[in-house]
């Protein structure tokens, strides 16, 4: 089971690499993002639509090892 992962960095273990380590965040569009931005062009607000790829409340939180690059976890908005 893994371990509850938050919107930034943080300590973690390693089951991969067997390390306790600062974990690297990186912010991934998700099929949510996509509908959302789909749905403000339909209604003309093209703008707001890109604005959910240029910030991180529409992106998801993928949670992975700096040593091994092994996935770790995900922080869903």
């Not at 893994?2 to 991969?16: H, K, R, V, W």
């Not at 062009?41 to 993928?62: I, K, Q």
Request: glycine share 4%.
């Amino acid at each position: 089971m893994a371990a509850p992962m938050g919107p930034d960095s943080q300590t973690a273990f390693c089951p991969n690499c067997n390390q306790s380590i600062q974990t690297n965040v990186e912010q991934k569009a998700t099929t949510k993002t996509h509908i959302l931005a789909l749905v403000l062009c339909v209604f003309g607000l093209c703008p707001c639509a890109c604005c959910l790829y240029c910030t991180d409340c529409a992106r998801n939180a993928e949670h992975y090892c700096p040593l091994c690059n092994a996935f770790l976890g995900v922080y869903e908005r």
